[in-house]
Nanobody, 119 residues
Framework: VQLVESGGGLVQAGGALRLSCAAS????????MNWYRQAPGKQRELVAA????????NYAGSVKGRFTISRDNAENTMYLQMNSLKPEDTAVYYC?????????????WGQGTQVTVSS
């Protein structure tokens, strides 16, 4: 299983970024996928989740109405469109999938992509 994030960067408050997560090594279309973020000195938090078929999504209250999660199963890619960015959105953003196996479930993570929002 491999997850590779891209699209992070430095943006001014009020700006936008689109993150991508390229997945390989598993059947992407069978799994819920998630975006997490971790700011310096804070715990990693769930930002958004999307069902295997993309028809159901959920968001943390802090990003609801500003962020949109989506996926293209044909391309094995998940996205996070981030609009109206705030300095408090500054964090490393991680792509995540939890895969069930015979011995239980296991979480897989990408390497993360840095998002920095300047005020």
């Amino acid at each position: 299983v491999q997850l590779v994030e891209s699209g992070g960067g430095l943006v001014q408050a009020g700006g936008a970024l689109r993150l991508s997560c390229a997945a390989s090594g598993f059947t992407c279309s069978l799994n819920t996928m998630n975006w997490y973020r971790q700011a310096p000195g804070k715990q990693r938090e769930l930002v958004a989740a999307i069902s295997s078929g993309g028809d159901s999504t959920n968001y943390a209250g802090s990003v609801k109405g500003r962020f949109t999660i989506s996926r293209d199963n044909a391309e094995n890619t998940m996205y996070l469109q981030m609009n109206s960015l705030k300095p408090e959105d500054t964090a490393v953003y991680y792509c995540n999938v939890r895969i069930m196996g015979l011995m239980g479930s296991r979480d897989y993570w990408g390497q993360g992509t840095q998002v920095t929002v300047s005020s």
